[in-house]
């Protein structure tokens, strides 16, 4: 079956601008997250959705960063007023269930100029 | 504070040449502990998952195996295919719901012909 889908896979945006990502899980996951990879970095922990849950915020970095999950399904995750220390490449995964495997999409690779 | 750290960073065998990766980890209860594989412009992909000390997992050239501090991915006559960089990652057993993962930082494997 079809893997985790991210779109857009490059986002080249201006400093202050806003941007919004994609990421569509595995069917039937009820579990999605989203992390971020910076260079030298290992990936970072941002927003976790577990069903109908409340989802755990305790890894974004600030208040710009907010992101939400419509029907159980497809995420999205928004950079208000993006700075250059946002430039990184963002990763979703999915998983069957809270403790299951995560599964990864290649991510979107963001350039804040 | 929960972390994890891979060792060496980088890794260079000749084919048919066995070596081990190492990670060790900090955590106030372990959930599971992850093997991924990650090739440059692409998503982790997962590997393993092993749940407690003593456990192995294998597949192909590859064997993981757990102890209550350190994990290693054992890497047999490995092939020019086998490069890329291999992450490590702990899931703890909050008794919550939180699911994340907690990444080391890789390490970056080179075989060459």
């Known amino acids: 079956g079809a893997g985790v889908s991210q779109s857009p896979s490059n986002k080249v945006t201006e400093k202050g601008k806003d941007v919004e990502l994609r990421c569509d899980p595995i069917?039937?996951?009820?579990?999605l997250y989203w992390y971020r990879q910076s260079l030298g970095q290992g990936l970072e922990f941002l927003i976790y959705?577990?069903?109908?849950?409340?989802?755990?915020k305790s890894g974004l970095p600030s208040d710009r960063f907010s992101a939400e999950r419509t029907g159980g399904s497809v995420s999205t995750l928004t950079i208000q007023r993006t700075q250059q220390e946002d430039s990184a490449v963002y990763l979703c995964?999915?998983?069957?269930?809270?403790?299951?495997?995560?599964?990864f999409g290649d991510g979107t690779r963001l350039s804040i100029l | 504070e929960d972390q994890v750290t891979q060792s060496p960073e980088a890794l260079r065998l000749q084919e048919g040449e066995s070596s081990s990766l190492n990670c060790s980890y900090t955590?106030?209860?372990?959930?599971?502990l992850f093997w991924y594989r990650q090739d440059p412009g692409k998503g982790p992909e997962f590997l393993f998952t092993?749940?407690?000390a003593g456990e192995e997992k294998e597949k192909e050239r590859l064997k993981a195996t757990l102890t209550k501090k350190e994990s290693f991915l054992h890497i047999t006559a490995p092939k020019p295919e086998d490069s890329a960089t291999y992450l490590c990652?702990?899931?703890?057993?909050?008794?919550?719901?939180?699911?994340?993962?907690?990444f080391g930082k890789g390490t970056k494997l080179s075989v060459k012909p």
């Open positions: 995964a999915s998983s069957l269930g809270v403790y299951q495997p995560q599964h």
């Open positions: 069917s039937g996951h009820t579990a």
């Open positions: 959705f577990q069903g109908n849950s409340a989802p755990d």
């Open positions: 955590v106030s209860g372990l959930r599971g």
């Open positions: 092993l749940y407690s």
């Open positions: 990652a702990v899931q703890a057993n909050y008794g919550g719901s939180q699911g994340n993962l907690i």
